[in-house]
């Protein structure tokens, strides 16, 4: 066993022991879920920026820059660390107050149980490409430190496994506490590594100079709106995409306070943006050290060209420290992205044909969701042939065109109602399919930002129209309503006048 094996399964032994070591401290639901409301602000922050650091953003970001240049990878690091930002400025304050479980509960108490069930859907079916780019990577790591002798199909069920373990029985408890100690992994181990390479190239300034003089760094597109166009639909699928989503959401929440939660989402995000630049770093690097090899590699798979650079070019200690960062960022963010569907599941579709179940059995329902989704990502990740990248770019665009706009509208203005919403979330979905499967490839508008364009257009008109569907008294979003209907207490599961 080489000495990089034997780490690998020890640092994955260890996070599995801080994890079922959380677990002591889930007593309830509400434990499981968001971690009893009482998460300090490094914990928020750590957690936060390891939500989005994950395989996307070490293997798949990395390759896609190498590829395209700034430009390519407008999504992701621009367009998420945006997401974080805005999240925590315009949306952490209104959510915190209210003090819910998932972002669904929103959904319900601010228009009706219809609207409730059909953005948690949504919301659910987007998590299945991000979730499954993480185990995908997990598989590659397994594959490429063993040497190829587990291979990536093996390594994405050994690794699902190990990240269901610690997560159903921890849940957010575990999440958290392992993000904390995982964020001073990833780090340190980044940092070393860019180190150690860019004394393989010349320094920071030598690869710099490089991408620069080849057009790498050019973020902007040159052109019309048919380049300008699909540029910003990327960058907002992302980033606002991204925003009604349950594990932005349960970092708020999970929050000690109300500035605890703006404060950890905007520095989590800051963190992120800067952290996402040192794998592009790494990667560009790699094609510098060895340009004919890793030409190869960027023809035949662009993810691995991070991975073999570090196993053939740094010392043993540097390729522990990579792996480890590697793996701890993969895990976190897994283990938040598993998570958080299935918690949405169980409270927002599960909890209404069961409303008067006791918690301990909840605590029990959400634990057996989040068997039953791993399983479901598991064989859609080991059934794609896409990047890494690409899955998780795709990922949300369902919700930018069904959720975004009803959540927005809601919290930003009075006249939103029931009727808007369930407007803005039909003509934005069948928009975006019926542009997927008719519309040219090549097309100038994307899909999902004519998907947005009509949802905002509908929730206005079927806002302002005269009702057809019914509409519970609406609910004020300002900093004094606190009543005891909004206080959801798990265990007393409100039963509010939509008739859940």
């Known amino acids: 066993m080489t000495t990089l094996l034997a780490f690998v399964i020890l640092y994955l032994l260890v996070s599995i022991g801080i994890g079922l070591f959380a677990a002591t401290r889930v007593h309830s639901a509400k434990d499981f879920a968001v971690a009893g409301r009482s998460l300090p602000l490094p914990v928020v922050t750590a957690t936060v920026f390891a939500t989005w650091f994950g395989a996307e953003a070490v293997l798949g970001v990395s390759a896609t820059f190498v590829k395209e240049g700034l430009g390519g990878v407008v999504a992701d690091p621009f367009g998420a660390s945006l997401c974080l930002i805005l999240a925590g400025l315009f949306f952490a304050s209104k959510l915190y107050r209210m003090n819910l479980l998932t972002i669904g509960d929103y959904y319900r108490l601010r228009y009706n149980r219809t609207v409730e069930v059909l953005t948690t859907l949504c919301v659910v079916v987007s998590y299945l490409g991000w979730v499954s780019a993480q185990i995908k990577a997990l598989g590659l790591v397994f594959f490429v430190v063993t040497g190829g002798a587990v291979s990536q199909e093996a390594g994405m069920i050994l690794g699902a496994l190990i990240v269901l373990t610690y997560t159903t029985f921890g849940g957010m408890f575990s999440v958290a506490i392992l993000d904390f100690v995982q964020i001073t992994v990833i780090m340190g181990g980044m940092l070393y ?9 010349g320094g920071v300034g030598a690869v710099v100079g490089h991408a620069a003089a080849a057009g790498k760094l ?10 300008w166009v699909p540029f910003i639909g990327a960058w907002m699928t992302m980033m606002l995409g991204s925003i009604p989503q349950q594990d932005v959401f ?21 963190l992120y943006f800067a952290f996402a630049f040192v794998p592009m770093f790494l990667a560009y690097a790699a094609t510098l050290i060895d ?3 890793f030409g190869d590699l960027l023809e035949q798979d662009s993810q691995l060209v991070l991975p073999t ?6 010392p043993v200690f540097a390729q522990v420290v990579f792996f480890g960062a590697l793996l701890s960022a993969i895990m976190s963010c897994s283990s938040a992205t598993l998570l958080a569907p299935s918690v949405a599941f169980s409270e927002n579709i599960l909890r209404g044909f069961f409303p008067r179940m006791p918690d301990r059995t909840f605590l029990l329902a959400m634990r057996t969701v989040i068997v039953c989704f791993a399983g479901t990502v598991l064989l859609f990740a080991l059934n794609s042939n896409e990047s890494i990248f690409h899955m998780v770019e795709n990922a949300y665009k369902i919700t930018l065109v069904t959720a975004f706009i009803p959540l927005f509208a809601g919290l930003y203005w009075k006249r939103a109602n029931t009727q808007g919403a369930l407007f803005a979330i039909f003509s934005g979905f069948f928009t975006w399919i019926l ?17 947005f364009l009509v949802a905002g257009v509908a929730m206005v008109a079927g806002s302002l129209l005269p009702r057809v569907v019914g509409q519970p008294t609406p609910v004020p979003f300002g900093h004094e309503h606190h009543a005891a209907g909004l206080t959801h207490h798990l265990g007393e599961h409100p039963h509010h006048h939509d008739g859940r």
């Open 309 to 314: 650079l570090i196993l053939q070019h740094t």
């Open 250 to 270: 349960q970092r708020i929440t999970s929050a000690r306070n109300e500035k605890t939660a703006i404060r950890g989402s905007v520095l989590g995000g800051s």
């Open 193 to 201: 590594i860019g180190y150690v390479i860019s004394g393989l190239t």
């Open 435 to 451: 542009m997927e499967v008719l519309g040219p490839e090549d097309a100038t508008w994307p899909p999902q930002v004519l998907g």
């Open 218 to 227: 050019d973020f902007f597109p040159k052109g019309g709106l048919e380049v």
């Open 291 to 293: 340009p004919a090899m």
